[in-house]
């Protein structure tokens, strides 16, 4: 059975994300964490990097994964990735904080349907090109064959979520993503946006939101994303 390399590193809370409180030391203690947790989009970013490094171009252009957290990471723990085809997972000592299920090529998505969101245009500069980079992913298949990083999908779906849908703390638990075309830096992307669903658990009011993103007209990325969107007190 394949399995894809061992990766570990030092978790960076970047400081973009200190709009919501849970990625500030004040915030996150003030949730019930032990700290500043570091973005959901993040650990994503680590958790792909040994996927993109197995299966290469053709899985950032036309794979697809579906990421779940189980627990925080704060910043600077130590997280070590590991894993193969069937599931990646992201650990600090002996507690599993993430995890991937990859998919070698992404299935097409059905008709989208939902609560309308305000629609956003987004041009992939390099706030957005360079985030896995400034998180200390650094895989140069990225930079050599000018692709955009899988990472940047949830992350602007993360941007919807907090323009449009939250105010105050929240927390990301889900993404599900569908790479259905090449973008490269530069590229003027149009995100469509329904929300589809909205619930209640223990932990707070969930959402689910269904993105579709596309350059020029061309089908890029359908990402599935769930969040508290209102903690529970």
């Not at 171009?57 to 590991?82: I, K, S």
């Not at 992939?124 to 140069?140: F, H, P, Q, S």
């Not at 949830?154 to 973008?183: E, I, K, Y």
């Not at 530069?186 to 689910?208: H, K, M, N, Q, Y």
Request: glycine share 10%.
């Amino acid at each position: 059975m394949e399995t894809f390399s061992r990766w570990s590193i030092a978790a960076v809370n970047l400081p973009e994300h200190a709009d919501n409180p849970v990625h500030t030391v004040e915030g996150g203690l003030a949730a019930g964490y032990d700290g500043a947790v570091v973005a959901g989009t993040t650990v994503i970013a680590y958790l792909t990097r040994p996927v993109a490094a197995a299966w290469g171009r053709a899985w950032v252009v036309g794979g697809g994964y579906e990421a779940w957290f189980r627990g925080p990471v704060l910043a600077d723990e130590r997280v070590v990735v590991v894993g193969g085809p069937d599931e990646v997972v992201a650990s600090v000592g002996d507690r599993v904080c993430a995890r991937l299920v990859p998919e070698r090529r992404a299935k097409t998505p059905s008709e989208a349907s939902g609560k309308r969101l305000e629609p956003l245009v987004v041009e992939l500069d390099d706030r957005w090109v360079g985030y896995a980079a400034c998180a200390g992913e650094d895989l140069e298949l990225y930079a050599e064959q000018q692709l955009v990083h899988p990472v940047v999908w949830p992350s602007l779906a993360n941007r919807v979520f907090a323009t449009q849908l939250v105010d105050g703390a929240w927390v990301h638990t889900r993404s599900r993503v569908r790479h259905l075309g090449a973008a490269a830096p530069g590229d003027a992307l149009v995100i469509e946006s329904w929300e589809v669903d909205r619930f209640s658990t223990r932990a707070g009011e969930r959402a689910v939101v269904d993105l579709r993103m596309t350059v020029d007209g061309r089908p890029v990325c359908a990402v599935e994303h769930e969040a508290i969107v209102r903690l529970a007190h």
